[in-house]
Each structure stands twice: as structure tokens, then as C-alpha cells.
């Protein structure tokens, strides 16, 4: 039975910091790739950030500078520092992980709130 566990998310004022946590449990597999998507209302899921084994990552255009996205392989878990936070970033944030077979995985999300 995988479990992805995420935390972190909260109500801040814009100019404010967040750090997520999303820690995935039972994969067979090696998570190849972990990160997080978010959703806002009435939109699309969208990218966040990505970060893979080797330590490559990927990030949104709208996030870059701002959110840094890490990785503890032996914890299987995936952190995203999430700096000067705007209002547009407001969504539920899911975490993401996809193992070499199987998967992906994806949490329940987790409401980030950023106030003006």
C-alpha cells in the first residue's frame, strides 16, 4: 500500500514563505521523479515543480526564483520552499511521485492560502 503524506501547506500573507512536505511510503520502485502540481479554482492542474533522482528539477515559469524544490532520496520525501508568495498562488497543492514501474502517485493536497 503506497501512502503519500504531505504537510505543510497553511493561510499566509503575500511576501510570505511555506515550506510542503510529501513523503511517499510502500513504493516497490524507486521514485524516479517527485514534485508538486497545484490547482486553483475553476483551472487547470499545473506544474509546479519537478525534481528528479539524478537531481535535474524542473520549475513553472511563474515559480522560478521564488520556490526551490528538494529532495531526501533515503526519506523518499520531496520539499518545496516556497518564498515571496503571491496571491496567485493560492491553490491546492499535490504531491507527485513516480516510481521507474507503477504509479504515479499522487497526494490529497494541501491548501496554500496567500492573502493580499
Known amino acids: 500500500q503506497v501512502q503519500v503524506a504531505e504537510s505543510g501547506g497553511g493561510l499566509v500573507q503575500a511576501g510570505g514563505s511555506l515550506r510542503l512536505s510529501c513523503a511517499v511510503s510502500?513504493?516497490?520502485?524507486?521514485?524516479?521523479?517527485m514534485g508538486w502540481y497545484r490547482q486553483a479554482p475553476g483551472k487547470q492542474r499545473e506544474l509546479v515543480a519537478l525534481?528528479?533522482?539524478?537531481?535535474?528539477?524542473n520549475y513553472a515559469d511563474a515559480v522560478k526564483g521564488r520556490f526551490t524544490i528538494t529532495r531526501d532520496n533515503a526519506k523518499n520525501t520531496v520539499y518545496l520552499q516556497m518564498n515571496s508568495l503571491k496571491p496567485e498562488d493560492t491553490a491546492v497543492y499535490y504531491c507527485?511521485?513516480?516510481?521507474?514501474?507503477?504509479?504515479?502517485?499522487w497526494g490529497q493536497g494541501t491548501q496554500v492560502t496567500v492573502s493580499s
Open positions: 507527485y511521485a513516480a516510481p521507474t514501474l507503477g504509479g504515479p502517485y
Open positions: 510502500g513504493s516497490r520502485f524507486s521514485l524516479e521523479v
Open positions: 525534481k528528479y533522482s539524478d537531481g535535474r528539477a
